[in-house]
C-alpha cells in the first residue's frame, strides 16, 4: 500500500488548507483513516481519525476547526483545515490501518510520507 499525501503549504493564520490522502494497491477497503501531526521537537500526534462507516473522533484542539472525510472509494481521506493557527504548524501524515486487500489478506499501520504545513501568524 503506497498513501500519497499532498495539500499542505504555507497559510496566514485564520486561512484554510484541505489535506488529501490516496492510498493505492489492490485494495478492497480500508477500516480506519487518520491524520497524524508532528511539530519541531514534539512527538506525533493523531489529529482526527475516520472509520469505513464514517464515525469520527478528533482531538479538543482542532474540534469545530477541522473536518475528516473520506473519498467515495474509501480509500482516500481528506482533511479540510478551517480557523488556521500557528499552532498548527506541523507535518501532517497519513495512516491507514486494518486494510483488507482482494485477496483478502488483512494488513495493519501504513504510513505516507507527510505534507508540511505551515500557518503564520
Known amino acids: 500500500v503506497q498513501l500519497q499525501a499532498s495539500g499542505g503549504g504555507l497559510v496566514q493564520a485564520g486561512g484554510s488548507l484541505t489535506l488529501s490522502c490516496a492510498a493505492s494497491?489492490?485494495?478492497?477497503?480500508?477500516?480506519?483513516m487518520a491524520w497524524y501531526r508532528q511539530a519541531p521537537g514534539k512527538e506525533r500526534e493523531l489529529v482526527a481519525s475516520i472509520t469505513s462507516g464514517r464515525g469520527t473522533n478528533y482531538i479538543d484542539s482542532v474540534k469545530g476547526r477541522f473536518t475528516i472525510s473520506r473519498g467515495n472509494t474509501k480509500n482516500s481521506v481528506y482533511l479540510q483545515m478551517n480557523s488556521l493557527k500557528p499552532e498548527d504548524t506541523a507535518v501532517y501524515y497519513c495512516?491507514?490501518?486494518?486494510?483488507?486487500?482482494?485477496?483478502?489478506?488483512?494488513?495493519?499501520?501504513?504510513w505516507g510520507r507527510g505534507t508540511l504545513v505551515t500557518v503564520s501568524s
Open positions: 495512516n491507514a490501518d486494518r486494510v483488507v486487500f482482494n485477496n483478502g489478506r488483512v494488513d495493519y499501520n501504513y
Open positions: 494497491g489492490n485494495i478492497f477497503t480500508i477500516n480506519y
